[in-house]
Every structure is written in C-alpha cells, then in structure tokens.
C-alpha cells in the first residue's frame, strides 16, 4: 500500500469540542475529513462532555477578547445551522479586589472592546444579586451579554453537521501510531489511514501522541472536581431568578479563581467549581487521589459559606473532568516544528470551550497551509523555551 493516494485531505484526531470544530470547518471547506475518537461517542472522560460551560467577553487577555465578537457570531451560525438552541444570556458577574491588577485588566478589556457592563461596589452587589455577598470588600462588574452554552448539546449539533457536510466520524477507534510524512499514516485499533495533514486535538492525551514525533510540550493534565451545591431556599439562584453565572477572581485565601453557573443541570442545585486540579494521568483519571479530602473541595466549602450564604457549604454531587494547562494558560495552536501538516491544537487551561469555533477554525486553515486571520504569536510552540524534541 505504500504510496497509495491518502483517502482524506486531513485527519483529526480526538472528537472533543476543538476537533470537532476543526473538522467541521474542514468539511465545510469541502475537505475530506476524517474525525477519530478513541472512546465511543459521547463519553465523559475528557474534557468536552457536561451540561453547561460559561461564555464571556471579560478576558483580562486582549488576544482572547479580540476574537469573542467572531466566536458569538460563529456560535450562533452553528444554531442555526443545526436549529438547537446552544447559548443562554444569563450575564456575567466579576468579583475582584479593587486596584488588583486582574480586575483593572477586565475593566480595561472590557472598556477597549465596547462590551456592555454595569460597576457595582460591595454594597450594591447584595442589593442587586442577593445571593451574592462580597465577603473580602471586593468590587465587582456585570457583563449583561455572556451566558451558558449548552455543552453536551453543542458538541453534537456541531459533529451532527461535520457528517452532514461529507465528513467520516470513527468513534471506538483510539489512533495508536502517527507516521509522518509528505503523506501522514494514522494506525488505530481498528485499521489504517492516511491523509496530507493530520490535526492532533487529544486534550490531555496530546503528550502521549507527541512523544513518538519527538515533541513533548509543558502541558499537564488536571483532575477537575465539578461540585454542585444544593439552595437553602428552592429557586433562589436559579437564572430565572436572575442569578447569573459568576468568576470569583483568585485572592490569597483562593490561590486560583472560582467560578458558577446558575442551578440548571440539577434541580436546584448551583455548580460552583474551583479553577484548577491536582496533576493525573489520563489514562488513570477515576483513580481516586490520596489522601481523604480534595483541596479543591476544601478550598470551595470555605468560598461557598462566605460568598454564596444561600447555599448548603457541602458539595451535594461531585463530577469529574479534565483540564490541560500550559504555564502561561495560553493555548497551544501550531505546527509541528518538524512536520508542517502536523497541526496541534492543545492546552486549552480550562477555558476553551467558548473559543471552539474560532480555535477549529485556525486549525483548520494551519492545516491548509494557509495563515490564519489573527496573531498567533500567544500560540505558539516556540514560546516555550525549554519545549523537549526526542530524537525519532
Ligand atoms: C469542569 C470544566 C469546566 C470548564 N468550564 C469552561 C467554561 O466555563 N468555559 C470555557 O470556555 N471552557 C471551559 N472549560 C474548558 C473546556 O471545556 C476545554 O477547554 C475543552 O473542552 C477542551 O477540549 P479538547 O477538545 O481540547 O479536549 P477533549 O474534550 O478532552 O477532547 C480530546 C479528545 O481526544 C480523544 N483522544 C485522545 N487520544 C486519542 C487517541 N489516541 N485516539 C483517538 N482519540 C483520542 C479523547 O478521547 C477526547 O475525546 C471547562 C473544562 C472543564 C473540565
């Protein structure tokens, strides 16, 4: 079979939201897609699956609120296309110490690109969102237009049109050997591929497929706990009760943020989670830590009795996901350094869920050759100086 004609113009590896957005826009290019997933669709082992995930034009990151106005236009084409509703205004509110230099970026950020917001001291904050309460004096600002997207919904309507546009979907088929070249050969458990470029969008498997490509990037995979914690009072943050989603910005009693969504997967209850996990193999994920109580929980128990005084201070159901983090929490979107149709899209540090249908969309276009719209200096490879290239 050596030298035969590649099947796909590109293969994707990893169905999660970015390949699945890389893919769809592949195909919707009039490419021959061909998208892999190791484990049967949908599954709840990396990081992609659950019911909700926030999306906010708040980034203290110019690079990232410069391309929210193309994601919410991008999101709404796809609920159209699809005809699910995905998104849901509730608003944004930003809790930060006032003068800190995270909540001066927001503001900034936020001033810079004309979003709406609304400042609201800590008095006000109680009186306007009663569930709220500004423990550490803290000031915050309201972002009226961000809201829930509606995740498990999203990453099926968006395969759901990857296949109706001509792409192929092989899930159960975990790729296990990458030959590169002018064309690259994908080996899975089930056969062979071939393609003129390949996209690798494992989440936090991306190292284990790198390795054998002689590139391991500083991305460490994280066990999230995803906490939801039960209403004293029945429908009191609820988004119809006006409770918004919410990001808590780190101070030194929480080192990392925190951040919530109004009660919408379980009745009556408020998913309030910790930004951050402790360091796993993927492979070894529902393998319980040592020790007999997560930071994390620790860490949110004392936020939630502070701040949220209407919610029981127990987590009523904890949930399991990944993240996978970069030092600088900037995602990895580029070539391989060696092979030009290798095409990384990884590290999305837990808040890439939003940014899909912009991160497939550069993916997509890498992988054509082609130079993508936006500065890619943030993404890229090189600006990790100690990056480890194994010899092949
Ligand atoms: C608890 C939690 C809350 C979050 N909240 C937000 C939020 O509010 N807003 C936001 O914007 N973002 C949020 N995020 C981040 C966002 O969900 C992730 O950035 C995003 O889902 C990453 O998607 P991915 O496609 O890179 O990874 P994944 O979803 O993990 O997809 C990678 C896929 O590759 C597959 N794969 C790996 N190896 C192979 C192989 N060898 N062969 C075949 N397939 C393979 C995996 O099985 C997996 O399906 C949150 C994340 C978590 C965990």
């Known amino acids: 079979m050596l030298g035969a004609a590649p099947r796909y113009d590109a293969i994707v590896v990893g169905a999660g939201i970015q390949g699945s957005f890389a893919a769809y826009h592949l195909a919707k290019r009039g490419r021959r897609a061909l998208l892999l997933e190791q484990f049967p669709l949908p599954h709840s082992r990396g990081s992609s699956h659950g019911q ?7 980034y203290p990151q110019p690079h990232y609120a410069r391309a929210m106005p193309e994601c919410y236009r991008l999101w709404a084409q796809l609920e159209a296309e699809a005809g699910v509703q995905l998104h849901r205004q509730t608003g944004l ?20 690109h004309g979003v709406p917001r609304e400042l609201l001291s800590a008095q006000e904050l109680p009186r306007r969102f009663p569930g709220v309460r500004a423990y550490g004096g803290e000031t915050a600002v309201f972002e009226p237009t961000a809201g829930v997207l509606r995740a498990d919904k999203a990453l099926r309507a968006v395969q759901d049109l990857f296949l109706q546009a001509g792409g192929a979907l092989r899930d159960g088929e975990k790729v ?8 690259v050969t994908v080996r899975t458990s089930a056969g062979v591929h071939r393609a003129g470029s390949l996209v690798i969008t494992a989440g936090p498997w991306t190292n284990k497929l790198l390795a054998p490509l002689g590139l391991q990037l500083p991305l460490q995979p994280l066990r999230v706990s995803v906490c939801y914690w039960k209403e004293k009072v029945p429908g009191t943050y609820g988004s119809a009760a006006g409770f918004p989603c919410f990001l808590s910005l780190r101070t030194s009693q929480t080192p990392h943020d925190v951040y919530g969504l109004p009660a919408s997967e379980y009745l009556g209850m408020v998913k309030v989670c910790y930004h951050h996990g402790c360091p796993v193999d993927p492979d070894e994920r529902d393998r319980e830590p040592e020790g007999s109580a997560l930071p994390d929980i620790q860490i949110l128990r004392g936020f939630v009795s502070r701040y949220l005084p209407g919610l029981e201070p127990e987590p009523a159901v904890v949930e399991t996901c990944m993240y996978t983090i970069t030092p600088d929490e900037d995602f990895v979107l580029d070539r ?6 290798i095409v990384i899209g990884a590290g999305f540090s837990g808040h890439g869920f939003k940014l899909a249908p912009v991160v497939g969309k550069v993916l997509c276009e890498l992988s054509l050759g082609q130079a993508p719209g936006c500065d890619m200096e943030p993404f890229r490879i090189q600006r990790f100086p100690g990056q480890r290239r194994a010899a092949l």
Do not use: W
């Open 93 to 112: 509110l930003v809790l930060g110490a006032e003068g800190s230099p995270a909540f001066g970026a927001c503001l900034q950020s936020l001033a810079q």
């Open 176 to 183: 296990v050997a990458i030959n590169p070249g002018p064309v």
């Open 52 to 58: 909700s995930r926030i999306i906010r034009s708040t």
């Open 336 to 341: 391989h350094p060696q092979f030009s149709n």
